[in-house]
C-alpha cells in the first residue's frame, strides 16, 4: 500500500527525526509514580479521550501503556513499543494474555501492511475427539482445565520474528520495563482484584493459590504490591536468549510437565514448542464507503473470523434500507439494531460454516474474499426484513457447496488489545490472548521455590468441542494436530483508499463480541462522525446469531420493547468490551480507551 503524505507532514516528520532522543544505549526505564496506576475498573469509568501531535500508545492497563510510551520517546518504533507493552501486561493484566499464548499483529511501516500470525498451534498428538466424554462434549470449564486445552504458545517467537523486521531498539531492553517491575513490584488494580476473587477454578492450581491469594484465600487486596520474582527470571532468558528460552530448555520443560498433570493430561511436547513457527499472511482488506468518503479496512485473514465478520456485516448494512435515523438522541436506534443484528446473524452463519485454519480448510470458492464479494453481500441482503430471522442459513459464496458441517455455538473469552502509533508513520494494531481468564489455570514455574511465573492459555476450546455434526460430516474448525483454532480478534487498521494515509489503529477484547466491538468502532467514527472516545462510549450490542444482546443498563424500554415486536429475543446483559483505538485529526492524533476497564493511551 503506497502512501502519499501532504509536504507539510512530510516536514513535521523530519523536524520529529531531528529532535534530541536519547541514544539507545542511554535509555533507562523508568518505574512510573505509583499514584498514576490503574484506576477502578467497577463500572463504567469516564475517559476524555487524549490528544497527541506525533505518536501515541494504547493499552488496556496505565503501566504497560507507560512503559509503551517511555520506548517511543527512547527511539523504538511501533512494534518495539507493542513488545514492551506486551510483556508489561503479561505481568500485570495475566488473566487476559502473555508469554503462555499468541497474538494477531497488523503492522504498517508506511508503505504496506503486513499480518503477523502467532496463534497457538494444536500438539502434534491432539485428537478430534480429545474433548469428548462417551460421545458428547465435555461441559466448557472441564475442557478448559484440562491439559487438552493447551495450545503451543505464539506470542513471543511471533514478536521476535516482527521485531527482526520492525524493530529499531534492542530486543533485551524492550523486556526491561516488565523485568523492573515484575522484581520491584506493581501495585494489584481493582480489576485484577475483582477477577480473582471471582474466579473459583484458579484456586485449585496451587502455584496459582500460593501467588495470587493470601493465606486464607481471599485475593491479594487492591494495591497490594506484588512481585513476580520467576516472570522476570524467564523474561531476563528470553531476553538473553531469544524465544529459544521459551520453546526450548528448563521453561519449555515445565510447560510440557504442567500440561501433563491431570485432569486430562494433555500432549503438548518438548517437541511442539521446539518446531513452532509463526506464520507471515496477507493482510485482507475491503474497500468500504461512509458519508461519502471511501475507506480501506485492512484486517487479519484466517484463522481469524474478525475482519470477514466485521466486512459482511458492514456491506450488507449498506444494501438495507433505513426506515429512520441510525441514531435516535445518542444511541443507536432500534431500526439501525435490528438491520444489525440481522446482518450479524448471516455473518454468524458463514463463520461458522467455513472459517478455521487456511492450511487445514480451503476458502469458499478457492477465496476468503469471496465472503465480502459486493454481489455476494447484496445477495445475502436481501434476507433482511422486517422481523427477525429464527435461524439464519449459511450462504454459498461462489455458488460452491460446502461438505462441512457449521459449527455449534461455543463460548468464547479474553483477550487484550494494543494500538501504536509512532512519528515516522508506522502503526500497530495487535490483538493479544490466553483465552479464558488466567487460561486453562496452570502457572508456570522454573523452580517452585521461586514465586511467581506465568500462565498456559486454554486456546484449544476455541476448536470445535465437537469434531463432526449428527451425521458425521466433519466441521471446518475441529481439532487437528499442527492446526490453529479459529478467532475472533479482529486487529484493524483504517485507510483512507484515495490517498493510502492512516487513519486509525484499534481493535478490541471480547471473545466473539470482539467482532461487534471493533464494529461499533467503525460504525461510529466513520458512519456517524463520532470521535473515537465517544465512539467506544457508545453502549454495546450484538448476537452470535441466536439472541439480540444489548448492554445492561444503557438502552431505553422503547428500545427494547420495538425490537421485541420485530421478533428478536432481547437479552440484557455486561457486555465488558476494551477497545483501544488512536485515530488521526487535523493536528495530529487522538486517542481513546474503553470505560469498561483500565486502559490508557500516552502519546507526545
Not at 480448510?361 to 478457492?366: I, Q
Not at 470482539?514 to 466513520?526: Q, R
Request: a positive charge; proline letters at 8%; charged letters at 15%.
Amino acid at each position: 500500500m503506497k502512501t502519499h503524505l501532504p509536504l507539510s507532514l512530510i516536514l513535521l516528520a523530519l523536524l520529529s527525526a531531528c529532535t534530541t532522543q536519547p541514544p539507545a544505549s542511554a535509555w533507562r526505564y523508568s518505574v512510573p509514580d505509583q499514584a498514576t496506576q490503574p484506576e477502578a475498573a467497577s463500572g463504567n469509568t469516564a475517559k476524555p479521550g487524549w490528544a497527541f501531535k506525533r505518536q501515541a500508545v494504547a493499552a488496556a492497563n496505565p503501566l504497560a501503556t507507560d512503559a509503551g510510551h517511555q520506548v517511543l520517546r527512547a527511539g523504538g518504533s511501533a512494534l518495539d513499543a507493542a513488545i514492551a507493552v506486551q510483556m508489561v501486561l503479561g505481568l500485570v493484566e495475566p488473566q487476559s494474555s502473555g508469554i503462555g499464548g499468541g497474538a494477531f499483529l497488523l503492522h504498517f511501516d508506511g508503505q504496506k501492511v503486513s499480518a503477523h500470525d502467532g496463534r497457538e498451534t494444536a500438539p502434534a498428538g491432539a485428537r478430534g475427539d480429545m474433548f469428548l466424554d462417551q460421545g458428547k462434549p465435555l461441559p466448557f470449564t472441564d475442557a478448559v482445565q484440562s491439559g487438552h486445552s493447551v495450545g503451543v504458545p505464539g506470542a513471543v517467537r511471533m514478536l521476535e520474528a516482527a521485531h527482526r523486521q520492525h524493530g529499531r531498539l534492542p530486543w533485551a531492553q524492550l523486556l526491561q520495563p516488565a523485568i523492573t517491575l515484575a522484581e520491584q513490584g506493581f501495585r494489584v488494580s481493582p480489576r485484577l482484584h475483582t477477577l480473582l476473587q471471582a474466579d473459583a477454578l484458579l484456586k485449585k492450581d496451587p502455584l496459582a493459590l500460593r501467588f495470587f491469594y493470601q493465606a486464607d484465600g481471599q485475593a491479594w487486596p487492591v494495591g497490594h504490591v506484588l512481585r513476580n520474582p520467576e516472570y522476570a527470571h524467564v523474561l531476563r532468558m528470553i531476553a538473553s536468549q531469544g524465544s529459544r528460552a521459551l520453546h526450548e530448555g528448563p521453561v519449555a520443560q515445565a510447560m510440557v510437565a504442567r500440561t501433563a498433570q491431570a485432569p486430562r493430561p494433555g500432549t503438548l511436547s518438548l517437541q511442539d514448542l521446539a518446531n513452532y513457527q509463526p506464520r507471515m499472511r496477507e493482510a485482507l482488506c475491503f474497500d468500504h464507503t461512509a458519508a461519502s468518503r471511501a475507506y480501506r479496512i485492512c484486517g487479519f485473514p484466517p484463522p481469524s473470523s474478525g475482519q470477514i465478520a466485521i466486512g459482511q456485516i458492514l456491506g450488507m448494512l449498506g444494501h438495507t434500507q433505513a426506515q429512520g435515523p441510525e441514531l435516535a438522541g445518542r444511541l443507536p436506534s432500534p431500526d439501525w439494531l435490528h438491520r444489525y443484528t440481522e446482518a450479524s446473524r448471516l455473518a454468524f452463519a458463514d463463520r461458522a460454516q467455513y472459517v478455521a485454519d487456511p492450511e487445514f480448510v480451503s476458502a469458499p470458492a478457492g477465496d476468503w474474499r469471496s465472503l465480502l464479494a459486493p454481489a455476494y453481500l447484496r445477495e445475502r441482503s436481501q434476507l433482511i426484513g422486517t422481523q427477525a430471522m429464527k435461524a439464519a442459513p449459511a450462504g454459498q459464496p461462489g455458488g460452491q457447496k460446502t461438505s462441512f458441517a457449521p459449527m455449534p455455538a461455543q463460548t468464547e473469552y479474553g483477550t487484550s488489545h494494543i494500538s501504536v502509533v509512532d512519528a515516522q508513520g508506522r502503526a500497530v494494531a495487535m490483538t493479544t490472548t490466553i483465552e479464558a481468564a488466567f487460561g486453562s489455570r496452570r502457572m508456570v514455574t522454573t523452580d517452585p521455590t521461586r514465586p511467581g511465573g506465568f500462565l498456559l492459555n486454554n486456546e484449544l476450546t476455541d476448536f470445535s468441542l465437537t469434531p463432526a455434526d449428527a451425521q458425521g460430516r466433519p466441521i471446518a474448525n475441529r481439532v487437528e494436530p499442527g492446526k490453529r483454532p479459529r478467532s475472533s480478534m479482529s486487529p484493524t487498521l483504517v485507510f483512507d483508499k484515495t490517498t493510502s494515509q492512516l487513519l486509525m489503529s484499534g481493535g478490541s477484547p471480547g471473545g466473539a463480541a470482539i467482532i461487534h466491538y471493533t464494529a461499533k468502532l467503525l460504525t461510529g467514527t466513520l458512519h456517524w462522525g463520532l470521535n473515537a472516545q465517544h465512539a467506544i462510549d457508545l453502549p454495546n450490542f450484538g448476537t452470535l446469531g441466536g439472541p439480540t444482546f444489548l448492554e445492561a443498563q444503557r438502552f431505553d424500554r422503547s428500545t427494547v420493547d420495538a425490537l421485541k415486536a420485530r421478533g428478536h429475543e432481547v437479552r440484557e446483559m455486561e457486555m465488558t468490551s476494551g477497545l483501544q483505538a488512536i485515530e488521526r485529526t487535523p493536528s495530529g492524533w487522538f486517542g481513546g480507551a474503553d470505560p469498561r476497564r483500565e486502559g490508557l493511551v500516552k502519546g507526545d
